[in-house]
């Protein structure tokens, strides 16, 4: 197996298989969103809501997916007027992929249990009390869920490096800035919406 392309599969797959890729994650995300729960609201962000449909999840996945692409498509062509949309749509929804592997691991019984119970006993004017057994069980979905996270921002990292052409720490560094901005901006937006 060859590391280079699990980390940029963007070099090896053609642009249809990794649409096609892409949808079917699309629509991944709305079936398991609503089964679960658990809708995909925003790029690296799993909501966890009660009675969404499948027609809602899609439409939050894809509205997240929409907004990135657009984003990216805009700071991309900044970088280089070559960029091509499809490299972009491509680079998003291949990201976004290992995502549904922590929707999976949120909903294991045990791991939401523990979420909703501590979720539900937060009180934001004090420091939040934490067992033993709490830290234990939040540092087990944190090494089965990191992994995912990190191969996911590796992906986006790649396929636009790969689409963009970019090569400098500049240019890097303000990619990094405008998707943690976009991320944060999109975010508070998303939840001031209600959605």
Known sequence: MNWKYVFNPFLKFSEKQMFLLSLVGLLGF????????????????????????????????????????????????????????????????????????????????????????ISNSIDFSTRPHLEIGDIFTLSIFLVLVLPFLIYSIALIYNGFKTATNIKTWQNISVFAGVLILFLIIY?????????
Not at 75 to 86: A, E, M, Q
Not at 98 to 111: G, R, T
Not at 187 to 195: A, F, G, K
Request: aromatic share 16%; glycine share 6%.
């Open 187 to 195: 975010q508070l937006t998303i939840l001031n919406l209600n959605l």
């Open 30 to 117: 709305g079936f398991f969103g609503s089964v679960f729960e658990s809708p995909l609201i925003s790029i690296f962000k799993i909501a966890n809501v009660e009675e969404v449909s499948i027609l809602s999840s899609i439409f939050y996945a894809a509205l997240s997916y929409g907004s990135a692409i657009v984003m990216l498509v805009i700071l991309g062509r900044f970088f280089n007027s070559k960029t091509r949309v499809v490299d972009i749509v491509n680079t998003v929804g291949i990201s976004q992929l290992p995502l549904l592997f922590v929707m999976f691991i949120y909903n294991i019984p045990f791991f939401k249990n523990f979420n909703e119970r």
